[in-house]
């Protein structure tokens, strides 16, 4: 017999009412649970009739509400160390961008330098051209005398 049924018997029979405000069912129909065959599940029942479920309701309410704010705390340094990570990354492309243009405007002067020194090169073999040429044209005359 389960003590829930047993103790409203118990009740209705000292009170002398014949009222009761759930349904009875017959005792017989009633399935009987053996201790010896199941008794992990009447241990883990046996405290259920006297639980505060709103005690318990209460807590998983608070519970839940901590752990909320333990999530929301996270995704807020989540978010600032994302931003953190933003700058550092924009800060190392910038860097980036500036050693590059750096190396750029080296590769221009050097070609620049390079163009410079080749048409002066150019200049010098063009007036050592003429000078042998000049050079040339007066032995010419000189054997023609």
Not at 73 to 83: G, S, V
Not at 87 to 109: I, P
Request: with cysteine.
């Amino acid at each position: 017999m389960s003590p829930r049924v047993s103790q409203e018997s118990k009740i209705s029979q000292e009170n002398g009412s014949s009222q009761n405000t759930s349904p009875q069912l017959p005792i017989e129909s009633l399935p009987v649970p053996v201790q010896d065959e199941f008794p992990l599940v009447s241990q883990l029942t046996q405290g259920l009739e006297d639980c505060d479920w709103e005690q318990l309701q209460n807590k998983y309410s608070d519970s839940m509400e901590e752990h909320s704010r333990v999530e929301e705390n996270l995704r807020i340094e989540t978010a600032k160390l994302l931003e953190v990570f933003m700058a550092w990354s924009q800060t190392t492309v910038l860097q980036d961008e500036n050693r590059a243009l750096k190396r750029f405007k080296t590769q221009m002067q050097h070609v620049q330098h390079s163009e410079v020194s080749m048409e002066n090169k150019r200049k010098h073999y063009m007036e050592v051209v003429k000078a042998f040429q000049s050079a040339l044209a007066l032995l010419n005359e000189q054997l023609k005398i």
